[in-house]
């Protein structure tokens, strides 16, 4: 349980004594202080500094501000606020619908650094149905409209109205608008994409939230991500956010661990209150509920008309799998590919709006966040909102390849500059801890490694104590150094030996394990990880770093059916097969590959109990129970990870 503040108690004599007293000298002081009306009247001789209403200088104003209540369809009205260069004339509009309160988007400090207006632009931003200072009724990702919304609105219904109302009532417009936003944000321009305006000429979603299921913000393969209990909170509580989540804990992994499971730690916090944490409690398993709010394949159901540039970051601490799940919905339409955009940048969720020119202790050597700004980013926006607007000439994919730390233009992803191609290559693990591109070859020996996974002492996914999430290093922990698993006994760690040529992988990694559990369920935590080297004369401070490409988790009891999840057969082994975030990476010379194998990695995701409950929202103490893990690195019993790899013709 928490922490409980303390309080004094007092025998009741003295406490009324001590009132008494209390009440005689405020008595007396106030008698003491009071002033005459001579030493009023010289109090209110001194004015006050602050004007009833100041106006700012006009010469320093650069940009006009309109706030609007813009209707929907259904009559509700949404705060909008339109922020325009003074000079605009017919030019384009960059719309943003938010959760996250577009009044704070549009101050003054904002505008001043605004890239949008910088570029003579009209950037306006609209707080969504329910939230801050828009009517209705707020749902989180609020669905389209079919079988989880009969209502004739929608955020693409709202969207679309939005774009139709600004084209007509915005003078400066030029009648062409463009949608766009980061996460959340990020979600809404897909929704515009949704039986899109006539007006919508470009969408720019970057890390969008797309599958909340699969591998974005709230569970990934089955696995509750915990940390994200506190932003549900702060969302769902009050509709402008003034209701903050609170801890007496210091250390998260202490505070859910104390707690016991997900449902223990949110009803604490009063969250049963709350709709959206009900639907997670109720839909653990990926039903219909999450298959048709997914939006590649809401978006994969019709044309693509916008043109759309997608952008994902590598190290996407929340939504690494969204961008890029709707590039390759939409990409299969042959129809679709004039009009899809990507970039992939080496980035944490968000950085492109940012500093690009380092992540944690990585160091990319220039400014990516610039470089996409200025060489992708306007010269789309500049060919499809501007009348006439020139030939951006941008090829379809700008992916940063780290590593040798450079940009490359692609045609499609994944695929490779020059002679090569990409090729879905092995990499298996062997009994001896060693990792290599041939198959194993018969060993004497048991054929497995095993370790015991304690629920009462699970694998932290970052060194303790370990801060909230949404803190100052939240976004660096994807890449941290991945050395204090290596050390522990229940993380298996297999391993290269030093590389003599380079490794590029382009593409996503997937998994093939065989695994055994002496319980009846289990998570699987894979993790591919470059290893520096032990004395790294090109990057000192990176000596022996264990930087983490590509890593995820896996629920066991989803192996037969992500739907309806199963027990697990104690004690044989099963084939699991699942991917990994996509990669763009080399193996430099003088670096080992490494995969570690691990069965927790909390509190980012909840503890499997490892006995099999109908809904492990609501595991009891009882159900947490230590079991023993094995894995296979046989010929008949192979674990390997195919990594799609640049191969020379």
């Known amino acids: 349980m928490p922490t409980r503040l303390r309080t004094l108690t007092l025998p009741a004599a ?14 007396g002081a106030a008698a003491q202080q009071s002033p005459s009306p001579q030493t009023q009247s010289q109090y209110s001789a001194l004015p ?50 938010t959760p996250y309160d577009a009044d704070r988007f549009s101050t003054r400090e904002r505008e001043a650094r605004d890239w949008a207006l910088k570029a003579g632009y009209i950037h306006v931003f609209q707080d969504v149905r329910g939230k801050y200072g828009s009517q209705g009724d707020y749902i989180m990702n609020r669905y389209v409209r079919g079988p989880l919304n009969p209502t004739p609105v929608s955020d693409a219904t709202d969207a679309s109205d939005t774009i139709g109302w600004l084209v007509k009532n915005v003078p400066q417009s030029n009648g062409r608008v463009a949608v766009m936003g980061i996460s959340y944000d990020g979600f ?32 990934h393969n089955g696995a509750f991500r915990e940390q994200m209990i506190p932003y549900i ?25 104390d707690a016991g499971n997900a449902s223990a730690v949110a009803n604490q916090h009063g969250m049963q209150q709350l709709g959206f944490w009900n639907k997670l409690v109720a839909h653990p398993a990926y039903d219909d509920f999450w298959q048709d709010q997914a939006v590649d394949r809401i978006l994969a159901k019709e044309p693509l008309t916008v043109p759309t540039l ?99 233009q692609l045609s499609k992803w994944p695929s490779c500059n020059g002679d090569c191609t990409i090729q879905r290559k092995p990499l298996y693990l062997y009994a001896d801890h060693g990792l290599g591109f041939q198959p194993p070859q018969s060993s004497a020996g048991q054929g497995y490694d095993q370790y015991v996974s304690n629920p009462a002492t699970p694998v932290p996914y970052r060194s ?54 002496s319980g009846t369920d289990s998570d699987w935590v894979v993790k591919v990880i470059d290893v520096y080297p032990q004395q790294d004369t090109d990057e000192p401070d990176m000596s022996g770093y264990q930087l983490a490409v590509s ?59 490892q006995t099999f409950v109908p809904n492990i929202f609501n595991a009891k103490a009882a159900d947490y129970k230590e079991a023993t893990q094995r894995i296979y690195c046989t010929p008949g019993q192979q674990t390997y990870i195919t990594l799609p790899v640049a191969q020379q013709q």
């Open 48 to 97: 006050t500094e602050v004007p009833q209403h100041f106006t700012p200088a006009a010469d320093e104003l650069t940009y006009t501000r309109t706030v609007m209540q813009v209707p929907m369809r259904d009559g509700i009205k949404l705060n909008t606020v339109i922020v325009a260069p003074k000079d605009a004339r017919h030019t384009g509009i960059i719309l943003e619908r």
């Open 14 to 27: 003295p406490l009324l004594l001590v009132a008494a007293c209390f009440l005689i000298g405020t008595e």
């Open 188 to 219: 809404e321009a897909l929704m515009g994409l949704v039986h899109p305006n006539p007006a919508l000429k470009a969408a720019v979603p970057e890390n969008p939230m797309v599958d909340g299921w699969i591998g974005d913000d709230w569970f």
């Open 551 to 609: 890593m995820d988790i896996f629920r066991g009891r989803y192996r037969e059916s992500l739907s309806h999840p199963s027990p697990l057969a104690a004690g044989k082994a099963l084939q699991y097969n699942f991917f990994l975030p996509a990669v763009n990476h080399v193996f430099l010379p003088g670096h080992r590959m490494m995969v570690q194998i691990q069965s927790s990695w909390f509190p980012l995701y909840d503890r499997n109990p």
């Open 464 to 517: 303790r104590p370990v801060p909230p999430a949404e803190t100052a290093t939240w976004p660096e922990w994807l890449v941290g150094d991945q050395r204090p698993a290596s050390a522990r006994p229940d993380v298996e760690t297999y391993q290269t030996p030093v590389l003599t040529d380079a490794v590029t992988v382009s593409g996503r990694p997937e998994v093939h394990l065989v695994a055994s559990t």
């Open 233 to 257: 909170y702060s969302q769902e509580a009050t509709r402008t956010g003034t209701e903050k989540w609170w801890t007496t804990y210091s250390d998260d992994y202490s505070m859910y661990l």
């Open 310 to 408: 997608l952008v994902a970051g590598e190290w996407d601490q929340e939504d690494i799998y969204g961008a890029l799940a709707v590039y390759r919905a939409l990409y299969a339409e042959d129809a679709n590919r004039a009009n899809l955009y990507l970039a992939l940048g080496p980035w944490f969720h968000g950085q492109e709006a940012t500093q690009g020119a380092h992540l944690g202790a990585i160091n990319f050597g220039s400014d990516t966040s610039a470089y996409f700004v200025h060489h992708i980013l306007l010269p789309f926006l500049a060919q499809h909102l501007q009348e006439q607007g020139p030939d951006a000439h941008l090829a379809h994919v700008n992916a940063f390849l780290t590593g040798p730390n450079k940009w490359e």
